[in-house]
């Protein structure tokens, strides 16, 4: 049996002085394909598919039907209990092998308060079948050339799969073609739903590319199919239509057309409210965000006196929720159709304490070194790439009595906080929060305390005396 999941679908065991590396372990109740090495000597072995005479008694029958097709979702025939356990144990060995710390102080993940239909925002892709009809559905394990068409999505909502079918639908009987990302020819490229958890509202996106010579009559078929849609919900408050003229595969878009309702929707989080946009980043689990962010407000411990910097901030969530209990908030993003989301946030929510800077990270810590009132705390939100070390040298430079790092990736966290805490600060808490059940993903909230030190100790990155 593995001792723990790598990845995805694989798991990692251990026997004598071999290495284990278990592909296909979650997806695959028959085979499993195993590769091995010795952990001294460096000897590999081919892998091979093994046959499972005894899969594990913890497998359970997958909800969805696309299961094992589909690229995601892949712990879903885990128990949810279990599911939490190997998440823990990830965060705890990149923290010991990668981070450097021997006894990591890791908290139980918090579980998500749902884990079927908790995503508030789903991306769906459209394509052919192999006889030339058109798909719209989710992309197979490991081919994004390919698209089977969507029965029933058990992430979002059962009226995410309502909308998916009269679009797959109306689009075919206007005859739009899909896109071809390997010709770049045809029109329908992904259909995004966005759905406030907490508020009910919808939005709907069709990402296409330009009409050309159909344009007009494309764009007019659209317009007639969203005031269809709309009508029969009436929680769609937002019918969109992106356009991404060039070749990357995003579903993204610098054209905006509202083919029904407003430009955006409304979520709220903790008491606070905050308008979605077709291309904004907000937090995919809206309920189980506001446990994350309780999370960061918790182990930020703000006070009046506290001078807070929001790094990566995004539309404004953290800031605004931290500009409650801080005297002053200042977020730093450098997409600036985000920073013009946080400062509309801001304003509805009625925050006059929290200001909004369109810049990258590591030049806004640079102009900040020379500010008469430094942080106190600064809160980090960056990407899974996590933070590059021009960033820490600059967050160290500030030194600030307390630093809060929420991550979605385990293995950059460690790698971050290895580098912070052979300088000023360190480890005191790790808390896991489940933003994405069924999958191997897991984010953490980590709080750093400054440690007492020398004057030079940030500058020459000599590890503190502890």
Known sequence: MCGSMTSPSAGAAWVVSWDLLC?????????????????????TPKGGPWPSSSPSPD???????????????????????????????????????????????VAEPLAS???????????????????????????????????FDLKACHLQSELSNSIVALVRAACAEAGLPPYDVREHTGFLRYLTIRE???????????????GGAREAVWSEALRAMAATIAASHPSIRSFLRVVNATRSTIAFGDLEEVLYGEPKIRETLLGRTFEITANSFFQTNSRQAEHLYGTVLEMAALTREDRVLDLY??????????AATAGEVRGVESL????????????????????????????????????????????????????????????????PRRIIYVSCN?????????????????????????????????????????????????????????
């Not at 979650?26 to 000897?43: D, E, F, M, Q």
């Not at 590591?362 to 899974?384: M, S």
Request: charged share 20%.
């Open 196 to 210: 406030g958890k907490l508020t009910g509202e919808v939005m709907v996106s069709l990402v296409t590319a330009h």
């Open 23 to 43: 592909s296909r372990t979650l997806l695959c109740p028959a085979t499993s394909r195993v590769s091995a090495w010795k952990r001294c000597g460096g000897i």
């Open 336 to 399: 600036a159709e985000s920073v013009r989301n946080a400062e509309r946030n801001a304003a509805l929510n009625g925050i006059r304490n929290a200001y909004f800077l369109c810049a990258e990270a590591k030049k806004a810590l640079a102009a900040l070194a020379a500010d008469r009132q430094p942080p106190t705390v600064i809160i980090a939100n960056p990407p899974r790439a996590g933070l590059n070390s021009a960033v820490i040298r600059g967050m160290m430079r500030l030194r």
């Open 59 to 105: 497998r359970v029958d997958a909800r969805c039907e696309h299961f094992g097709l589909c690229g995601g979702c892949r712990w879903q025939n885990l128990p949810y209990p279990l599911q939490l356990s190997y998440k823990r144990r990830q965060v705890v060995e990149a923290l010991r092998r990668l981070g450097g710390q021997p006894d990591p102080p």
């Open 313 to 322: 901030s995004g539309t404004g969530a953290i800031s605004i929720l931290a």
């Open 113 to 147: 308060p749902d884990p079927f239909y908790y995503r508030n925002k789903m991306e769906f892709s459209f394509g052919c079948d192999p006889e030339g009809h058109l798909t719209l559905g989710l992309h197979p394990a490991a081919s994004y050339l390919q698209v």
């Open 410 to 466: 385990p293995a950059t966290l460690a790698r971050d906080l290895k580098e912070m805490c052979e300088r000023q600060f360190r480890l005191a808490a790790v808390q896991p929060v489940d933003m994405f059940p069924h999958t191997w993903h897991i984010e953490c909230v980590a709080r750093l305390d400054e440690v007492a030190t020398g004057p030079d100790t940030a500058e020459t990155g000599e590890k503190p005396a502890l």
